[in-house]
């Protein structure tokens, strides 16, 4: 029996990943600020809430409610009662977050169908080559583990977002956060910036997919899937 997918809704999202989102395990996105990281978790937020399944939303960064009130579409009051929102102020704080979401989602009593953490490494990347580096990681591989196993454990779709540094050796886009995070992710999808509001999504990683990439446009309503569909 195949693991069950939680579609995205944009067409060639979907395609690459074989009809969305594996439910039983950890979605990395990595790229660039800008590419579109958060977009794509609201609008997925927006989704799965207005399908009447708690979303458990752990932000970082401050997430723009503008931006989710434009996925949300005509359904803004019904999207903000299945989500729930924390916003962590540093590592310490985004640690209980995820622990919160993690025992929220086993208890049973919400029925979710999305957790999501956005940015996972924007304090980690605070302590690098300071004195608290090895800390960091050491917390930050704490609560990748939780999600792993809510995520197995519940069926419940995970996604992370990764902030990316350029390698001095190659010049490429790399994820931060050490390769216990690239292992932990079960799919790994890099958002790269193309012209203007397009933007490539590739498939780095994926346990029954092929390598592959697909298109989506930013828009001011949401992500509109790019190339035949
Ligand atoms: P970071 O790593 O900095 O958090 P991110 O990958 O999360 O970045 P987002 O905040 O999701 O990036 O995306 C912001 C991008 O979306 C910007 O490039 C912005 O120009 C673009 N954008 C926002 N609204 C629109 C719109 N209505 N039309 C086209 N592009 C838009
Ligand atoms: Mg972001």
New binding site residues.
Partial sequence: MGTSRLPTGIASVDRLLGGGLETDGVTEIY????????????DLAARVARSDRWVLYVDT?GV?LE?LR?GAADDLERVLARLLLSAPKDLDEQGRAVATACALARDGRHDTGLIVL??ATNFYRLSLSGPDEDDAREALAVQVADLVSTARTQGIAVVL?N?VWRSVRDGQLEPLGGSFLNHAAKTILR?D?DT??LRTVVLVKHRSRPDGRGSF????TGLESVGGG
């Fill in positions: 790229g660039e600020g800008g590419s579109g990281k958060t977009i794509f978790c609201l960064e723009s931006r434009a956005d940015s977002t902030q958002f910036r203007g509001p446009r930013i828009t001011s």
